[in-house]
């Protein structure tokens, strides 16, 4: 299997803070750094197992936080997007039904980059499932400000993470500026 990278600003990157992502044309790797996000990580998976986007399970180890999916036919948008490659037609619609969906089973992905969606046989899916979270779920600050990138897009009450006010403050700020008119319309008649 080879790195994963995603490409920020025309330059590859690490693919996360949290995990060391490995591919090839089959599957795609996941080895977290930690075992919080990698339970995380796993628990989106279980949650979004039904979802025709979740990606599909191979395996699971967690003596080593690591988990594989199937990756067959399958490319990242971030590579498609720095490498001008063709989208499928109805991404940005696939998008946004993808979120709505999840808004619709009370769940917020709190991480809506393009590195976090791929494209496998002309259908997007999601990936970094870790920042899938029911809007109720509980989170402290505590666990997750050492990793945060960004401190003004993540909100807390009493150092819990108020996942609602970080997902708008997600939609506005990081989603308007890659998905273009079909999602922007979308988020700005919701917020």
């Known amino acids: 299997?080879?790195?994963?990278?995603?490409?920020?600003?025309?330059?590859?990157?690490?693919?996360?803070?949290?995990?060391?992502?490995?591919?090839?044309?089959?599957q795609f790797k996941m080895v977290y750094k930690d075992k919080?996000?990698?339970?995380?990580?796993?628990?989106?998976?279980?949650i979004?197992?039904?979802?025709?986007?979740?990606?599909?399970?191979?395996?699971?180890?967690?003596?080593?936080n690591t988990l594989v999916f199937d990756w067959t036919n399958s490319k990242n948008i971030n590579h498609i997007i720095n490498f001008n490659e063709d989208l499928p037609i109805n991404w940005q619609e696939q998008i946004k039904n993808i979120i709505i969906?999840?808004?619709?089973?009370?769940?917020?992905?709190?991480n809506l980059y393009p590195w976090t969606f791929y494209v496998k046989d002309s259908n997007i899916h999601v990936m970094d499932l870790y920042a899938c979270l029911p809007v109720d779920d509980v989170v402290y600050k505590k666990?997750?400000?050492?990793?945060?990138?960004?401190?003004?897009?993540f909100k807390f009450n009493n150092n819990i993470l108020d996942?609602?006010?970080?997902?708008?403050?997600t939609l506005k700020h990081i989603v308007e500026p890659w998905l273009g008119k079909i999602i922007n319309d979308y988020i700005y008649r919701n917020m």
């Open 36 to 46: 919080f996000w990698f339970d995380l990580e796993v628990r989106g998976f279980e």
């Open 143 to 153: 666990d997750i400000y050492h990793i945060l990138n960004d401190k003004d897009r």
């Open 163 to 169: 996942i609602q006010a970080t997902y708008q403050h």
């Open 101 to 110: 969906d999840l808004e619709m089973s009370s769940l917020y992905k709190i």
């Open 1 to 26: 299997m080879i790195p994963y990278y995603k490409y920020v600003g025309g330059d590859p990157c690490s693919s996360s803070p949290l995990y060391d992502g490995y591919y090839n044309d089959r």
């Open 48 to 64: 979004l197992k039904e979802k025709s986007y979740a990606p599909k399970l191979l395996s699971v180890d967690i003596d080593n």
